[in-house]
């Protein structure tokens, strides 16, 4: 596969502090955006969530909470729903999976790093924001390996840095990025691949 080849997609992880995290960095991403956005953010599955409105008041894209079966589109931000782990296929098919916990959590980074490399390969960006715990590291390392982009937001600077401590420390990293670095970055590298 050519490596100019444009990136495709976008897959944000976040746990303990994610919902600020979250709201600045999709807040920095033009009305334009070429590629979908999924977003992993643990939340308690007791609470009927309002993470997608919460978010959709920050941010210029469309936010809403991913459906089974339905396609990502260009320019949406899609959110795993509570308690579903999301995935990620060909042509960007969206599945929701109420399968096992991974590392305690549903839904899980992991999972949906995982599927995204297997997807887009080298067309993939994975980000992962503040969070405890190591969720999104075996995922990082699985787009890593395909090809892919991984960036974290540099734990010293983040609210919570056990997750992107563990990314980091796996050594799959490509920017560790002061978090509004972050949507900066993940613009210019879709905007270059695409131009």
């Not at 999709?26 to 009305?31: A, C, F, I, V």
């Not at 955006?33 to 978010?55: E, G, S």
């Not at 840095?161 to 990025?177: N, S």
């Amino acid at each position: 596969m050519d490596s100019g080849e444009p990136y495709g997609i976008v897959a944000i992880a976040a746990s303990a502090g994610g919902i600020t995290a979250l709201g600045r960095v999709l807040g920095g991403l033009p009305p334009d955006f070429p590629v979908p956005v999924l977003v992993v953010q643990h939340l308690d599955p007791r609470h009927k969530t309002i993470i997608a409105d919460v978010l959709g008041r920050r941010a210029k894209l469309p936010v809403r909470l991913a459906r089974d079966g339905e396609i990502a589109e260009p320019g949406a931000i899609y959110i795993a729903p509570p308690n579903h782990h999301l995935l990620v296929g060909a042509e960007g098919l969206l599945t929701l999976s109420s399968s096992e916990l991974v590392h305690f959590v549903r839904p899980s980074a992991d999972l949906l790093f995982e599927s995204v490399a297997g997807a887009y390969g080298p067309r993939a960006i994975a980000c992962v924001l503040t969070g405890t715990g190591s969720d999104g590291t075996m995922g990082a390392s699985a787009v890593k390996s395909r090809g892919g982009t991984v960036i974290a937001e540099d734990p010293e600077l983040a609210e919570f840095k056990g997750m992107p401590e563990a990314v980091v420390a796996a050594g799959t990293v490509d920017f560790i990025l002061p978090l509004d670095e972050i949507a900066a970055v993940i613009r210019g590298l879709v905007q270059a691949g695409s131009s």
